[in-house]
């Protein structure tokens, strides 16, 4: 049933459709959201790399070629942009330190650290856990559409729940030790 919209809403939003990609928007954008979050762990860089996604994807809406797969094509698609952002943001950070080297007294300031601590425990997931913890809980698709989304079988898709399940329960266990 999902796929049968997201074909319509594609095809509708290839001719000239604003709406209807607004409503793919509506549907995936927490999804991409949150796997620009996981890579970027900053919310505004995440929001950001999110809307340049939907904006090139927009762009290239006519070269999808399986329209009824827009939410993994635009997954994949967040995955790649953030890629580019992390080689960009490396390559200048790398200027940044060889300038400091050559002028001295300019420091580089330190990285803002979210305080949240589940979204940290979240990060040090593997991929995989992270994103059916997103697309599953996180987003609320069903188990169906998260598979799709996620590019797994329903099996694959239930056995990164449960390792991601039973990490964050060993990451929690220590801390609610402490405090008994």
């Known amino acids: 049933m999902e796929k049968d919209q997201d074909r319509k809403l594609v095809l509708a939003a290839a001719n000239g459709d604003k709406a209807a990609y607004g409503r793919l928007y509506d549907r995936y954008a927490p999804l991409v959201r949150a796997v620009c979050y996981d890579q970027t762990k900053n919310v505004s860089d995440a929001q950001d790399l999110a809307q340049d996604v939907f904006l090139r994807a927009y762009q290239r809406l006519g070269q999808l070629r399986e329209p009824e797969l827009f939410g993994a094509w635009i997954v994949s698609a967040a995955r790649y942009r953030c890629s580019d952002w992390r080689r960009q943001r490396s390559r200048q950070r790398r200027r940044e330190t060889a300038r400091v080297r050559t002028e001295p007294g300019v420091t580089v300031p330190s990285e803002q650290i979210e305080p949240e601590e ?63």
């Open 118 to 180: 589940l979204r940290a425990m979240i990060a040090r997931l593997p991929e995989k856990e992270r994103l059916a913890l997103h697309a599953f809980y996180l987003n609320g698709q069903s188990a169906d559409e998260a598979c799709r989304i996620v590019g797994l079988s329903r099996s694959g898709f239930y056995r990164a729940l449960d390792r991601a399940r039973e990490q964050l329960r060993s990451m929690l266990d220590p801390e609610l030790e402490s405090t008994l």
